[in-house]
């Protein structure tokens, strides 16, 4: 029998929600995210803890149960009690396609799934690297339920308050105070520490008429990031006029979210005045706390329609302001970009990173910038 081959774990479970779901199981990108997380604290090679993984994160009601068994059963081709004992231990976050029953019928069937799913998973991976403007309407589904696994978080500060801490530095105030309470006497030193908190998030996205193909894909981006540190997390929309979006996206289904946003823009796929928009945020939000050492993340293709010396003003303004700021130019990984355009222009010296965003790979990269920021 051929070996089981292996496939990366997001695939894997995103193809089993999705054939899960046309079985009826309202296996959604919440459920599915769930799932792909559990699968790093079991043993991918143990068919039984694989199944209870799914099991618990995907199913939501008693009717599920019967349709998850046969799809599971149909998709992994059979379920194995324990670990075999002659196979390689599998890298860590692999999940392993598992082996059928030893009947005939299954051995074919499982020759030809073999043969299936390391084309499924070729597919998906050249799918991370294209141009979404290009993609065609399931491609783009697949590659939103793949967004929704995204976990764009941003790091931590130190601020001014102090904790208790052993090893740094002398707290003097809490040694006097202590040392008045003993009468005068030499008391043990008391040391502190800054404390930190989670840095705030702050994007501003471009949703005028050039950035329509890549909108979707950036609201979603901002979907997720509400998703995972909702009160750390602000989203506005710039084109003709600035809108904050964040209490519509911190809905937990996606395509409610996106619904809800799209309801509350009301210049979508209109003009493009950037630096009128920025200026209203650091006006009404930024410069009153929200930018104020955050990371501000702005995804626009600098094609400013209004004046460029006013969006290099406000730049420079939020330069100040920002711990970093990071712009997404979604045609910054094609062939032949330069920031030419007068927004680009105007907004370059300002920038700590250019990123593209066009492709599920580039999202990625841009999660990890932004963690490391």
Not at 70 to 78: Q, S
């Amino acid at each position: 029998m051929t070996p089981p081959s292996v496939a990366d774990p997001v695939l894997t479970m995103t193809g089993f929600a999705r054939a899960l779901r046309a079985e009826g199981v309202a296996a959604d990108g919440t459920r599915l995210a769930t799932a792909v997380e559990a699968l790093r604290f079991v043993d991918p090679l143990d068919a039984e803890q694989v199944y209870w993984a799914g099991r618990l994160s995907l199913c939501g009601e008693p009717d599920d149960l019967p349709r998850y068994d046969a799809v599971f059963d149909a998709w992994f081709r059979g379920r194995l009690p324990a670990r075999p004992a002659a196979r390689a231990p599998a890298p860590a976050g692999q999940v392993l396609e598992l082996r059928p029953l030893g009947s005939a019928d299954a051995d074919a069937e499982s020759e030809e799934a073999s043969e299936q799913l390391p084309t499924a998973a070729s597919d998906a991976e050249l799918l991370r690297h294209r141009d979404v403007r290009g993609l065609s309407d399931d491609e783009r589904a697949e590659i939103n339920e793949l967004i929704t696994l995204l976990a764009p978080r941003v790091g931590s500060r130190p601020t001014r308050r102090r904790r208790p801490a052993g090893r740094d530095r002398i707290d003097v105030s809490r040694t006097v105070r202590a040392m008045l309470r003993d009468g005068g006497e030499p008391a043990a030193l008391a040391r502190f520490r800054r404390r930190r908190k989670p840095r705030r998030l702050v994007l501003l996205l471009d949703v005028s008429g050039s950035m329509s193909p890549y909108a979707d894909i950036l609201l979603r981006f901002g979907h997720a990031a509400v998703r995972v540190a909702p009160a750390g997390t602000e989203v506005f929309t710039v084109s003709t006029r600035l809108t904050r979006i964040t209490r519509q996206l911190r809905a937990r289904d996606a395509e409610l979210a996106l619904a809800a946003a799209g309801t509350a823009i009301p210049d979508w796929s209109g003009g493009t005045r950037l630096g009128e928009g920025l200026q209203a945020f650091l006006d009404l939000w930024g410069q009153r706390g929200t930018a104020r050492r955050a990371v501000v993340l702005i995804a626009s293709d600098g094609w400013e329609r209004g004046d460029a010396a006013l969006l290099g003003d406000q730049m420079a303004r939020l330069a100040r302001l920002a711990h970093r700021v990071i712009w997404v130019n979604p045609h910054r990984g094609k062939d032949g970009f330069a920031p030419v355009t007068s927004g680009m222009v105007a907004a370059l010296p300002y920038i700590d990173d250019l990123l593209a965003g066009h492709t599920l790979d580039a999202l990625h990269t841009l999660a990890d910038v932004i963690a490391h920021a």
